[in-house]
């Protein structure tokens, strides 16, 4: 698994792979991963590739 995602602190595109997911699940609009970029930076991901909205970490399962 391979997925890119804009990281701020790089500020830029950042090629990531599935070491970088921390969780996955399924949020009310679809699939959602959580990630860590190796700077550190941490965000989520939607299944249309775009970031989730702030709302949908209160959805995450504790991992």
């Given at each position: ?24 699940w ?38």
């Amino acid at each position: 698994m391979m997925f890119s995602v804009f990281c701020p602190t790089h500020d830029s595109r950042v090629l990531m792979t599935r070491r970088n997911a921390i969780s996955f699940w399924n949020g009310p609009d679809g699939a959602v991963i959580r990630w860590r970029c190796n700077c550190g930076h941490e965000g989520f991901l939607d299944h249309r590739g775009s970031h989730a909205d702030e709302a949908t970490p209160a959805t995450a399962p504790v991992t």
